[in-house]
């Protein structure tokens, strides 16, 4: 008998030969659920079609490049490469109340301010939600179309109907449903199908496709994965709640640069765009305390400063405690262990606390050398020099590796006011002693940076009443 069915989980997508409660491939519970599956190719439901031949071509064929369609907002037509190309699809991801469905509508808006063709479709707020929005962010008199509706059938018919948008916004995939399908909506078979659909009309039309989707509590796009393999770019739009900034990264993207970012402000009026990130980040830094230290990173192509915090005390229980935000624990775990054996630090038995500031989140190694500048700083009791940066990684052996991009960091650096900055071994060769205007101290190793920071001294014991 024909197999007519399978047990897909709704969280990762992995397919199961029978149902059980937790799922082998991503470790949810409940999340496994049966559906309906294609019969085989060769049967009477699902006969091979005959099909055309296609035209093959060489590699110097020449294309003109994509004629995109900025929205009128900079830091998003950065993120998308320059604006967003005909036929394309995007796929937006963020925490519920981040400002996913924010940032969409303005984008659309000013595109139709500009004498841009859109269409906006909300699957989770009627029509009078969203005036009430657009109003509130000045964007009331755009001459932007609406649509409610769930029903993938009905959005393509309404589609098809008039002339093709230049720019159609979907919010949110995971409130859509076929007809063809009798799963539930949000479910991975509805998902799937759903976008694919949408993106098959996006191409065949021209109109570039906004997908706006949820993130499950481990921060990715909630659904199958296959979607963002649908899709020709994935932003993810992040932000703590605590703070008023937001970030919009682009993870893939098949127009333009990935990890590529776009900083916007949270105001009352919306989303407002950031121009210089990285006076955002920094803040007021007047007062010089110890355990701070300036990172210069690179966010895609856009170099950024931020202020890297860090605390060291001494531990009241048994195990040193270890608390991170906006980087990677192991990474600190790493960055200690090289501190005590190369560097003779002892800071690995105290509590460690380490803080971005602005909730700002790094990946990337170049982070090191601020971080354990910072580490050395607050154990040490006394602060940094105000007008240096760091940047450089550490390796296990404690030698500091060159990353790349340099000129980049020292120009931003520079042109904030920083004076000096510690970079790894052989930056001036290749840089030049004066680069952008500013000191160069070269570190070989970490114990090369004990003679920049300030000397650790040794901790009293706990005063005694």
Partial sequence: MAKTASFVCQSCGATHAKWSGKCEACGGWNT???????????????????GRKITLEDLKTEDAPPQRRPTGINEFDRVTGGGLVPGSALLVGGDPGIGKSTI????????AQNGGHAIYISGEEAMAQVRMRAARMGLADAPLMLGAATNVEDILATLEAGKPPAIVAIDSIQTLWTGALDAAPGTIAQVRTA????????????????????????GQIAGPKAVEHLVDAVLYFEGERGHH?????????????????????????????????????????????????????LEGTRPLLCEIQALVSPTSYGNPRRAVVGWDTGRLAMILAVLDARAGVGIGASDVYLNVAGGLKISEPAADLAAAAALVSSFGGEPLPRDCVFFGEISLSGDIRPVPQADAR???????????????????KVHGAGAAGMALTEITSVADLLRFAPEPQPRRGKVES
């Fill in 32 to 50: 496994i659920t049966e559906e309906g599956v294609a019969p085989p190719l060769g049967s009477g439901a699902a006969r091979r079609v005959k």
């Fill in 104 to 111: 969409i509508l303005q984008a659309l808006g000013k595109f």
């Fill in 195 to 218: 976008s694919f659909d949408l993106v098959r009309y996006a191409k065949a039309s021209g109109a570039a496709l906004l997908l706006v989707g949820h993130v499950t509590k481990d």
């Fill in 245 to 297: 900034f937001r970030v919009l990264r682009a993870t893939k993207n098949r127009f333009g640069a990935t990890d590529e970012i776009g900083v916007f402000e949270m105001t009352g009026k919306g989303l407002a765009e950031v121009a210089n990130p990285s006076a955002l980040f920094l803040g007021d830094r007047k007062s010089a305390s110890p355990g701070t230290a300036v990172f210069a990173g």
């Fill in 410 to 428: 020292l120009k931003e650096a520079a042109k904030l006011g920083f004076k000096t900055a510690f970079v790894p071994a052989g930056t001036s």
